[in-house]
């Protein structure tokens, strides 16, 4: 089984960055993918970023450009830069964990463990 446990998120003024980081413990060098998904309230769970273990990487159209994602095999962590932030990024950031190589990346239920999430909010 795979524990994730993400952290760094906080509250930060349109405009800026924020770095959240996601630190997986048991099973993780087969989590061949990961990724994180953010939920903002009312909201159903939508995709952000994705990588596989080769470092490919994967990102929905609303963070191109602005979001990197990045991964640490060595410190079985994954990190979520994000930059230039609007409010419309609020919500709570969940990093997730396939342990299986896949062609979608960008659904939820491709993924087998969930960290428990942190809040990013983005005031205007």
């Known amino acids: 089984q795979v524990q994730l446990v993400e952290s760094g998120g906080g509250l930060v003024q349109a405009g800026g960055s924020l770095r959240v980081s996601c630190v997986a413990s048991g099973r993780t060098f087969s989590s061949y993918v990961m990724g994180w998904f953010r939920q903002a309230p009312g909201k159903e769970r939508e995709f952000v970023a994705a990588i596989r273990w080769s470092g490919d990487t994967y990102y929905a159209n609303s963070v191109k450009g602005r979001f990197t994602i990045s991964r640490d095999n060595a410190k079985n962590t994954v990190y979520l830069q994000m930059n230039r932030l609007n409010p419309e990024d609020t919500g709570i950031y969940y990093c997730?964990?396939?342990?299986?190589?896949?062609?979608?990346?960008?659904?939820?239920?491709?993924?087998?463990?969930w960290g428990q999430g942190t809040q990013v909010t983005v005031s205007s």
């Open positions: 997730a964990a396939r342990l299986r190589d896949t062609i979608v990346v960008v659904t939820s239920t491709s993924y087998d463990y």
